[in-house]
Nanobody, 126 residues
Framework: VQLQASGGGLVQAGDSLTLSCSASGHTWGLYGMGWFRQAPGKEREFVAAISWSGESTKYENSVRGRFTISRDSAKNTMYLLMNSLKPEDTAVYYC????????????????????WGQGTLVTVSS
């Protein structure tokens, strides 16, 4: 499986940004997907997850209501719409695929995601 994250950039606080993650390599539609982020000097942390069907989602508390995760199975692509960005959202954002098919409830644990994209940097200035 190959995951390619894109869409990062430099924005101002309050702006919006959409990240994309394109996938190739196997039957992508059978696995849940997630977004994680890692700020300088910090551990990688969970941001959001979406089920294999796209019907279920899960968010980290600090982004709930501001970020929206979605997926387009026809395009093998996952998205993260980020609104009302804050300086504390600054990080490298990674997309990842769950190790298990059809997992429910969705996982927020780094170790339960087996394939990772290369990351895309989001910088939010104040």
């Amino acid at each position: 499986v190959q995951l390619q994250a894109s869409g990062g950039g430099l924005v101002q606080a309050g702006d919006s940004l959409t990240l994309s993650c394109s996938a190739s390599g196997h039957t992508w539609g059978l696995y849940g997907m997630g977004w994680f982020r890692q700020a300088p000097g910090k551990e990688r942390e969970f941001v959001a997850a979406i089920s294999w069907s796209g019907e279920s989602t899960k968010y980290e508390n600090s982004v709930r209501g501001r970020f929206t995760i979605s997926r387009d199975s026809a395009k093998n692509t996952m998205y993260l719409l980020m609104n009302s960005l804050k300086p504390e959202d600054t990080a490298v954002y990674y997309c990842a695929e769950d190790r298990a098919r059809h997992r429910f409830p969705l996982s927020d644990a780094v170790y339960e995601y087996g394939y990772w994209g290369q990351g895309t940097l989001v910088t939010v200035s104040s």
